[in-house]
């Protein structure tokens, strides 16, 4: 069998999209205690909201918020379907982000979870997972989903899969370059090489 180059434009980027879901609720996992805690935010200003999405997704090219319509945004920010959390350190910062997507019936998908990358390989991830998983097996869920990418930490799929989630699909996804469109500063992911 032989292998296939698929060319990338000059300004896209192209990623390896992973699915993976979970069709029953895991059993308890010891989760050693941690300085950080949750707080709802209840329909999130779009500023605010797009303000920890960058703080946490930028070295990893997230960027779907923010080319974003502001309408669109908020649609999803205040639909009663969607519970959006941050994650806060002893301070009160803002250090990470929880969006839990309830809009299809018997499902819930992680849309986004993530810490920003000073926390990152201290286990504080496990510690968000259970809390993830914890308020998104509630009654009338059958499936919790999540899905990463090769723009991601590294880790990120290795994790998902020792949570227990089970991939079940993969795809290519080409895109601008968020770094040239001006949506992220171009110094930003630097793993990424930028090909303008």
């Avoid at 080319?67 to 959390?85: C, K, Q, R, S, Y």
Wanted: proline residues 10%; glycine residues 10%.
């Amino acid at each position: 069998m032989s292998s296939r180059f698929l060319p990338v434009a000059p300004g896209e980027i192209a990623t390896v999209v992973t699915h993976l879901e979970m069709r029953e609720r895991p059993g308890p996992r010891p989760v050693r205690p941690v300085p950080l805690r949750l707080k709802r935010w209840k329909a999130p200003d779009n500023a605010r909201y797009r303000t920890l999405y960058r703080r946490v997704g930028e070295p990893w090219l997230w960027f779907s918020r923010l080319a974003m319509a502001d309408d669109a945004l908020a649609a999803i920010l205040t639909d009663p379907g969607v519970e959006i959390f941050a994650v806060l350190d002893p301070q009160g910062i803002e250090v990470g982000l929880l969006e839990l997507d309830f809009r299809a019936a018997g499902q819930c998908e992680i849309a986004f979870f993530g810490l920003i990358p000073q926390l990152t390989g201290q286990g504080f991830g496990g510690w968000l997972m259970g809390q993830a998983l914890g308020l998104a097996w509630r009654g009338g869920i059958e499936r919790v989903w999540v899905h990463t990418c090769t723009l991601d930490d590294p880790r990120a799929l290795g994790f998902y899969i020792a949570k227990g989630f089970v991939p079940t699909g993969r795809e290519i996804e080409l895109l601008p370059d968020p770094r040239l469109t001006g949506l992220i500063p171009r110094d930003c992911a630097p793993h990424v090489p930028l090909i303008g």
